[in-house]
């Protein structure tokens, strides 16, 4: 029987995530997956639980919550060499449907879930390795500079407002502080340096609940994917905006798209996320790692 380790964040959605979690485990048991529930306390446990599922004899880990989790959850597992699954039970949910996870609909979950892991059948993907002054990280989606960095940090904090809107939202609030970065960008020799709103390289090719910023990025292509947004004002950007739901933006004479193995940027005046996280300044290298890691998935 194979074995898993669900890693849940207990405080997340008022502990949503964690009853999700041990619904989760008890589906995956009547599908003949021992599942060990563990829900440690703060970010900085999850390499223990992880040590702890290797312990165990897991044979993957399963992030329960949303991309901020996974991405959590990834850094331990990605250094342990163990396989990631993903349990959809955030906000956008960007990674799992970059990866056709069933979102929303918990039996149709455990049914590829269990699928996978019974058949020994997971999937290769790459990732995108950011190396800053202090560390390095790994992300499965998309690095954002500028803009659209202000615009996560104003989603996160309004947490009254459900779903992709709450980052409709956001872009609104954040269009009266509009503001551009001076922007250096070096994509496998090719220099590209001027006045950016933002700029975004994606492993995957959404954000913020579905936003196909980098639209032709894919997790199995070996490449990283720039989109570069010119310096704009407001009523271009509200005018653009709606096409980045179909992928449409990139046809607009502002917008810039590119593809590269290595990309470094630097944007002194401006703040990096990536996969929904905050990195800290927007000076740092960026590279695809083709097939560096095993996947939960079809």
Request: aromatic content about 4%; cysteine-free; glycine content about 8%.
């Given at each position: 029987m194979p074995t898993v380790a669900l890693i849940a964040n207990p405080r997340a959605g008022r502990g949503r995530a964690l009853a999700a979690a041990a619904s989760a485990r008890g589906r995956l048991a009547w599908a003949g997956i021992d599942a060990e529930l563990m829900a440690p306390s703060a970010v900085t446990d999850i390499p223990a639980a992880v040590d702890r599922a290797q312990r165990l004899g897991a044979t993957a880990v399963i992030a329960c919550g949303g991309d901020g989790t996974v991405h959590q959850v990834l850094?331990?597992?990605?250094?342990?060499?163990?396989?990631?699954?993903?349990?959809?039970?955030?906000?956008?949910?960007?990674?799992?449907?970059?990866?056709?996870?069933?979102?929303g609909d918990l039996d149709a979950w455990v049914d590829v879930i269990a699928d996978v892991l019974t058949r020994g059948a997971t999937r290769t993907v790459d990732l995108a390795?950011?190396?800053?002054?202090?560390?390095?990280?790994?992300?499965?989606?998309?690095?954002?500079?500028?803009?659209?960095?202000?615009?996560?940090?104003?989603?996160?904090?309004?947490?009254?407002?459900?779903?992709?809107?709450?980052?409709?939202?956001?872009?609104?609030?954040?269009?009266?502080?509009?503001s551009s970065h001076q922007v250096t960008l070096l994509a496998d020799g090719t220099t590209v340096a001027g006045a950016a709103t933002l700029v975004a390289i994606g492993n995957g090719p959404t954000y913020g609940g579905g936003m196909r910023i980098c639209p032709d990025a894919r997790l199995d292509d070996g490449l990283l994917h720039v989109t570069w947004v010119d310096a704009a004002p407001r009523r271009t950007i509200l005018r653009v905006f709606p096409q980045i739901f179909s992928g449409r933006h990139i046809e607009h004479p502002m917008v810039r798209t590119?593809?590269?193995?290595?990309?470094?940027?630097?944007?002194?005046?401006?703040?990096?996320?990536?996969?929904?996280?905050?990195?800290?300044?927007?000076?740092?290298?960026?590279?695809?790692?083709?097939?560096?890691?095993?996947?939960?998935?079809?």
């Open positions: 850094q331990s597992v990605h250094a342990a060499g163990l396989p990631l699954g993903i349990l959809p039970l955030g906000t956008g949910n960007d990674i799992a449907r970059s990866l056709d996870l069933p979102v390795r950011i190396d800053t002054a202090a560390e390095t990280i790994w992300s499965l989606a998309v690095t954002s500079v500028g803009f659209d960095s202000a615009v996560n940090e104003r989603a996160d904090r309004t947490q009254r407002i459900p779903g992709t809107l709450r980052y409709v939202a956001a872009v609104i609030g954040e269009l009266a502080a509009l590119m593809t590269a193995r290595e990309v470094r940027v630097e944007a002194p005046t401006a703040v990096t996320y990536t996969d929904g996280e905050r990195v800290g300044p927007a000076v740092l290298a960026i590279s695809a790692e083709p097939e560096a890691l095993s996947v939960v998935a079809r």
